[in-house]
T-cell receptor
Framework: EAGVAQSPRYKIIEKRQSVAFWCNPI?????LYWYQQILGQGPKLLIQ????????DSQLPKDRFSAERLKGVDSTLKIQPAKLEDSAVYLC?????????????FGPGTRLTVT | DAKTTQPPSMDCAEGRAANLPCNHS???????VYWYRQIHSQGPQYIIH???NNETNEMASLIITEDRKSSTLILPHATLRDTAVYYC???????????FGQGTILTVHP
């Protein structure tokens, strides 16, 4: 079974530039998550999709971050414009549908450095 | 989601059991206890979860106290590859939302 794919793996941009990350979840997984992990901290949930609808985006800085999941499969997370404090690893995770599915499967992450 | 408390770091000798504690005194009756781990430069990996009963799988055992205020993750025979940050998470009731804390850095040494 193929895992969660993310690209790019690394990205370096200057502040005020824009950046986009891509995630391809495990086939058939209805729920998709984006997390932000700042160095030395645990991952923090940014947004959660159920199919192509947003379930929770309470911690997404909506003035600069946006995310979409067209057709309920792939997802993109965009930052525009980036700030220095956005330097972090951005993790995508997916989970099968159904209340009995507890495990989240994480991708390798995209390491963003904002200079 | 319940707030959890874990020691910041622990050491374990290779081949010995690693016992990682977690306090979750505010966990509600329908919230699960999850354990994930994160090896350096990788995404977190699910280990095990439980509600009330002790659980065991091919990776680890989870012991939950009767009052559900604390739990212990047991890696029965730790290897160097088990060196990672281990996260104890209370929650999972709302579409599987997980709130990660700081975790415990487990270092397995030869």
């Amino acid at each position: 079974e193929a895992g969660v794919a993310q690209s790019p793996r690394y990205k370096i941009i200057e502040k005020r530039q824009s950046v986009a990350f891509w995630c391809n979840p495990i086939s058939g997984h209805a729920t998709l998550y984006w997390y932000q992990q700042i160095l030395g901290q645990g991952p923090k949930l940014l947004i959660q999709f159920q199919n192509n609808g947003v379930v929770d985006d309470s911690q997404l800085p909506k003035d600069r971050f946006s995310a979409e999941r067209l057709k309920g499969v792939d997802s993109t997370l965009k930052i525009q414009p980036a700030k220095l404090e956005d330097s972090a690893v951005y993790l995508c995770a997916s989970r099968p549908a159904g209340a009995a599915s507890y495990e989240q499967y994480f991708g390798p992450g995209t390491r963003l450095t904002v200079t | 989601d319940a707030k959890t408390t874990q020691p910041p770091s622990m050491d374990c000798a290779e081949g010995r059991a690693a016992n990682l504690p977690c306090n979750h005194s505010t966990i509600s009756g329908n919230e699960y206890v999850y354990w994930y781990r994160q090896i350096h430069s990788q995404g977190p990996q699910y280990i095990i979860h439980g509600l009330k009963n002790n659980e065991t799988n091919e990776m680890a055992s989870l012991i939950i106290t009767e009052d559900r205020k604390s739990s212990t993750l047991i890696l029965p025979h730790a290897t160097l590859r088990d060196t990672a940050v281990y996260y104890c998470i209370g929650g999972g009731t709302s579409y599987g939302k997980l709130t990660f804390g700081q975790g415990t850095i487990l270092t397995v040494h030869p």
